[in-house]
């Protein structure tokens, strides 16, 4: 028993091999005797970027292989694989590929712990070790678009704000209503690894924007096309159009028949609507029924403005019909004839539908050239009369005047006698005589 206590302790029986190290001894001691190589190595891999709960695939390769022994260390270098095979009980990592020049192994199901440096090291003398980085992506986790307001009122201001939560990198959101871009103002905040990104969208609206879609996108490495909507629902104003049903075309004459129609349209839709006449009262023989005015018989008297007014929650509008009564044979275009619409506010003017009042304001344009090309031939004939007349007067008191000396003693003279005298005298000296004409 001694003897035997002794050969124990002194060494192995002869003809019998001692047991082999455990292999994961063997993987510490080569991994403590590595090196870190620099340029020139033999080793060559990338780094990976993967989104979260895809794969990843590590690749360690040899440009010129002398079948040294290939194995990858994770974060915590520990031996993923030592050669094909795989110490680490991680199942996610699977072999891919094995050859005396490369080493390719798979991660599935990545997650943000799996995020760092994994490492390649090749068992040549010296031993080399180069590594490669793994990057993980985390798209937003939810999007959503919050409205101040569901429903706004035409010409307010309304704020949305779009939020995307639980990503990495931090988002980029922009703003789109229907195909145009718009400028929003976004906040980053950070929790861990994980970044939450808001934007904030100030938005003035028109009628013209009821409907439209306001879309949050949203940029970011991990997810393409991500976006989320919400329907812009504007309230305003009604909008007013009068049309002439009879006579479709031409003048209004006395004694034929007027017929009116009112349309409005509005969110809400309008629920009053009225005719009246705009700075008098309404003829007793005119006929409203609903949105339509008649007159079956008309005359001078009906000349005025008439005015059709609708209105809803928002507010009210209104469009007016000039009416000119003509002569039974009456064939020029109206002076004063046809569809007006005056709007309420200087944003109702942008949404005036004024296309079935062209026709009588164009009569109208070329009746008022008419008049002031008259009114001014008429003054320039006055002027002209006025100057005639000043020159007539001015030419009559002038007429043929002469000056002479042949009266020069008349200037002087007492009486009639004495001038002759005067004058006589003064023929002797006819060689100073002088003519004047004026």
Not at 255 to 283: H, I, N, Y
Not at 306 to 334: I, Q, W
Request: proline letters at 6%; hydrophobic letters at 35%.
């Amino acid at each position: 028993m001694a003897g035997r206590a002794q050969r124990s302790a002194a060494g192995p029986a002869p003809g019998i091999l001692p047991p082999p190290p455990p292999p994961l001894l063997l993987l510490l001691l080569a991994a403590a005797a590595v090196i870190r190589t620099g340029d020139g190595q033999n080793l060559v891999t990338e780094d990976v970027t993967v989104v979260e709960g895809d794969v990843a695939t590590i690749s360690c390769r040899v440009k010129n292989s002398d079948d040294s022994v290939i194995q990858l260390l994770n974060p915590n270098r520990q031996t993923i694989y030592f050669r094909d095979f795989r110490p680490l009980k991680d199942s996610r990592f699977q072999l891919v590929n094995f050859s005396n020049s490369e080493l390719r192994v798979s991660l599935t199901n990545v997650s943000i712990s799996d995020e760092g440096r994994y490492f390649c090291q090749l068992y040549t003398d010296p031993p080399q070790e180069i590594y490669t980085t793994i990057t993980v992506l985390v798209p937003p986790r939810n999007l959503v678009i919050d409205i101040q307001k569901e429903v706004a009122v035409e010409g307010e201001e309304i704020e949305l704000n779009c939020t995307a939560m639980a990503s990495r990198p931090a988002t980029t959101i922009r703003w789109f209503k229907g195909n145009k871009e718009l400028t929003g103002k976004s906040e980053v905040e950070q929790w861990s690894d994980m970044y939450t990104v808001t934007s904030q969208l100030l938005l003035k609206v028109g009628r013209e924007d009821d409907g439209v879609p306001v879309i949050c996108l949203v940029d970011h490495p991990a997810v393409k096309d991500l976006q989320t909507q919400r329907y812009l629902e504007v309230m305003y104003k009604p909008q007013v159009r009068v049309s002439q049903n009879y006579p479709v075309q031409g003048l209004t004459r006395e004694g034929e028949p007027l017929e009116l129609s009112c349309a409005a349209f509005g969110k809400p839709q309008p629920t009053d609507m009225r005719w009246l006449r705009v700075d008098d009262e309404m003829p007793q023989h005119v006929v409203v029924s609903g949105s339509n005015l008649l007159i079956s018989n008309l005359n001078k008297t009906d000349n005025g403005t008439y005015r059709c007014e609708a209105s809803n929650a928002v507010g009210k509008s209104h469009a007016d019909y000039m009416l000119f009564v003509y002569d039974t044979t009456a064939t020029t275009e109206p002076a004063v004839h046809g569809f007006t619409h005056l709007p309420n506010s200087a944003e109702e003017l942008d949404y005036g539908d004024l296309s079935d009042s062209r026709a009588g304001e164009e009569g109208a344009i070329r009746s008022v050239d008419h008049a002031v090309v008259g009114g001014v031939v008429a003054v320039v004939v006055f002027a002209m009369l006025c100057l005639l007349i000043i020159l007539g007067r001015y030419f009559a008191r002038h007429k043929g005047t002469y000056f002479t000396h042949e009266a020069k003693g008349a200037d002087d003279a007492a009486d009639a006698d004495t001038a002759i005298i005067n004058a006589e005298g003064g023929q002797n000296n006819s060689e100073e005589k002088k003519e004047y004409f004026i």
